[in-house]
């Protein structure tokens, strides 16, 4: 990716933004790039679940987030609770550098950031009950119908997620795309193994992501909802 946002925000942060893609490399090119991997760097491609207290070299409780963008929750959630290991998922690589430096330089080691599928992640890497937070804010909408089968969240990955998560954790979403929190709203809503805090529970929260940021200046709605993990039920 090479947009003229990213390429700014990546000199902003320091880092040398990639050539540009030769002409006639543009989207219809893109079944060529090799899909992102759900793998760590250092990892063999028969890795099982993924164990944190190797990845972050301590034990701590981890909370993920799928799909950071340029990491504005992510590098303000780790600063704030630096008890906690933050990890984070973004499949474009130019958005997950700019993190990895934003935190580096921010000497936030309990921060890691990889350039990673977060759909497949969550379906095969992660372990019963390994996740003590979950977050997903203003994930890619695809509105039309036949890319609906790109979105992140379907019954699939809401079992994985819950599977994943501590019982008494939280899964966070927030969206500004009514059909597709419907959606999601519905998909986690109908996990066995969540349930949807009620307004006065869940209390008042944002995200500060920069998604949320642009969507408040303009007065675009902005639907959140948030699920515990029920203590009952098998997180096996
Ligand atoms: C609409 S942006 C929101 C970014 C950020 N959460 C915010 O609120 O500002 C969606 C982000 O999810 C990333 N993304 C999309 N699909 C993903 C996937 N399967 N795994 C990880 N990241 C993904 C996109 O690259 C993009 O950065």
Known sequence: MSRPSVRRALRRAGAEPPPRPPRGAGPRNLGRIPPPKIFLPG?????????????????????????VGKGRFLLAAAAAHRDRNWFGLEIEPEYAQIVRIKAERAGLSNLRIERIDGRAFVLRRLSPGCLAGLHVYFPDPWPKKRHHKRRLVDPAWAEAAAHALAPASLLRVASDHEEYFGVIDDVL???PLLEKLIPDEAGDWSTGTSYELKFLKTGRPIYKAVFRRRVSGSAG
């Open 189 to 191: 809503s109908n996990e």
């Open 43 to 67: 990892e063999t491609e028969d890795a099982g679940v993924v164990n944190f207290s190797a990845v972050f070299g301590r034990v701590a409780p981890v909370e993920m987030e799928v799909g």
